[in-house]
């Protein structure tokens, strides 16, 4: 499997959970990486993204200015910090690889997936 995330769990709102994905790819590092989400009767959406060197960071609107994306390259993993939880947070969350070398926020553009780790925020 070549993704593999981990750290999903139940929170109260208001709570912080981190997540990571590890990875078993070759080219880990010379990739791009993203989160999606997907709640249920909704569609995949995009969270955040970061470039291989993890010096440009991309974030939905939705989530900015409380969760931050990162990579360990040497441990060939890449990591979702999640503060500041919502209900509406909710969802399984998944880390991915785009086919090419940019990021996009369309799930479309993204060729490896891992299986997905449920997030629950209560209220």
């Known amino acids: 499997v070549p993704l593999v995330e981990s750290g999903g769990g139940l929170v109260h709102a208001g709570g912080s959970l981190r997540l990571s994905c590890a990875a078993s790819?070759?080219?880990?590092?010379?990739?791009?990486m993203g989160w999606f989400r997907q709640a249920p009767g909704k569609e995949r959406e995009f969270v955040a993204a970061?470039?291989?060197?993890?010096?440009?960071?991309y974030y939905a609107d939705s989530v900015k200015g409380r969760f931050t994306i990162s990579r360990d390259n040497a441990k060939n993993t890449v990591y979702l910090q999640m503060n500041s939880l919502k209900p509406e947070d909710t969802a399984v969350y998944y880390c991915?690889?785009?086919?090419?070398?940019?990021?996009?926020?369309?799930?479309?553009?993204?060729?490896?997936w891992g299986q997905g780790t449920q997030v629950t925020v209560s209220t």
């Open positions: 991915a690889r785009p086919a090419g070398a940019d990021w996009s926020t369309h799930a479309a553009d993204y060729r490896t």
């Open positions: 790819l070759r080219t880990f590092s010379s990739y791009f």
């Open positions: 970061i470039s291989w060197s993890g010096g440009s960071r």
